[in-house]
């Protein structure tokens, strides 16, 4: 009689460690609970995502949230390593950018990295343009990317195989996307991987 029910933990247990194996995959799985923070509504994110920020451009020069006043921020945070959802996400912000056409040139599309370890101003330069003429790269100190990362809300953590090179790693990061208004207040938000670029184009010219 004991057998079966042994048996029975056993394949429960093999189950619990593939559920918690995909739960652990690369880059779209933040932990639960963080994405549910991320309002819905425009009106409810207003006070809630964003906020001052001190960070490095691309070029090398240091830049705040003021210094994008004036223009819309359509916002990704993630990381030039990313085999995967980063390019998905920033190939579908520009494809969306050249669907609005003449307006977007309201709009700056920033990637903001959460692997300030290896994207260096000169990485992410090499990086972005391979994207977007417009696309702005930051990144900073560990504390800055933090610090901004935790004004909007996104995590990102190492994650790392054990026994492998100290710099071999990939980034867990949430994927979103942010537009936020010419006052620097939050307007909406998109899935990073799921959204086409027309309905990116679309969301964004509801607000624009
Ligand atoms: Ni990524």
Redesign the pocket.
């Known amino acids: 009689m004991k057998r079966p029910v042994k048996r029975v933990v056993f394949y429960l247990g093999v189950a619990l460690l593939v559920v918690a194996g995909v739960m652990a995959g690369r880059?779209l799985m933040a932990p639960k609970g963080w994405q549910v923070d991320v309002p819905s509504s425009r009106t409810q994110g207003a006070a809630l995502i964003g906020g001052p920020f001190t960070l490095v451009d691309h070029t090398g020069k240091a830049v705040t949230e003021a210094d994008f006043r004036g223009r819309f921020m359509f916002i990704y945070f993630?990381?030039t390593y990313?085999p995967d959802?980063?390019p998905t996400a920033l190939t579908a912000m520009a494809e969306a950018l050249d669907i609005i056409g003449p307006a977007a040139d309201r709009i700056v599309p920033v990637l903001i990295s959460i692997d300030p370890e290896r994207d260096t101003p000169e990485q992410l330069a090499m990086y972005v343009r391979h994207f977007h003429p417009s696309l702005v790269g930051l990144t900073g100190s560990a504390d800055q990317v933090a610090a901004a990362a935790k004004a909007f809300r996104v995590y990102y953590a190492k994650a790392k195989e054990e026994g492998s090179d100290e710099g071999d790693y990939t980034m867990d990061?949430t994927?979103i996307i942010y537009l936020m208004g010419p006052d620097g207040k939050f307007r909406v938000h998109f899935s990073g991987h799921a959204t086409s670029p027309e309905d990116l184009a679309k969301g964004i010219l509801d607000v624009l």
């Open positions: 880059d993630g990381f990313c959802a980063c990061h994927s």
